[in-house]
């Protein structure tokens, strides 16, 4: 069981970039998917996602609510984090994480699988 994480990289202040996670080794569509980050010294934070039972439902971060977006492709594995209207302090490493819990979307020890992480840099 595996997630692969890409798309991050080098962004200016109000740029875009989509994040992408695809999917190995397990059926997509019985996980709920979770984007975390983590700034150089801080802790591991929140930032969105998804649960599909009873319905689906999105959620995001206050950092996040009106610029970020979660979104996936069930049948290709795949989850996508569209982030707009970046700013420095979105600057971080990214990971997205797998959960079969429907609850507690915004706590890591809730999630079952991590892909390794895509660092994001936010600069002019």
């Known amino acids: 069981v595996q997630l692969q994480a890409s798309g991050g990289g080098l962004v200016q202040p109000g740029g875009s970039l989509r994040l992408s996670c695809v999917g190995s080794g397990l059926t997509f569509s019985n996980y709920n998917m979770g984007w975390f980050r983590q700034a150089p010294g801080k802790e591991r934070e929140f930032v969105a996602a998804?649960?599909?039972?009873?319905?689906?439902?999105?959620y995001y971060a206050d950092s996040a609510k009106g610029r970020f977006s979660i979104s996936r492709d069930n049948a290709k594995n795949t989850v996508h984090l569209q982030m707009n209207n970046l700013n420095p302090d979105d600057t971080a490493v990214y990971y997205c994480?797998?959960?079969?819990?429907?609850?507690?979307?915004?706590?890591?020890?809730?999630?079952?699988?991590w892909g390794q992480g895509t660092l994001v840099t936010v600069s002019s």
């Open positions: 998804d649960s599909w039972t009873p319905r689906i439902t999105a």
């Open positions: 994480a797998a959960r079969t819990r429907g609850s507690n979307y915004n706590d890591p020890t809730a999630y079952d699988v």
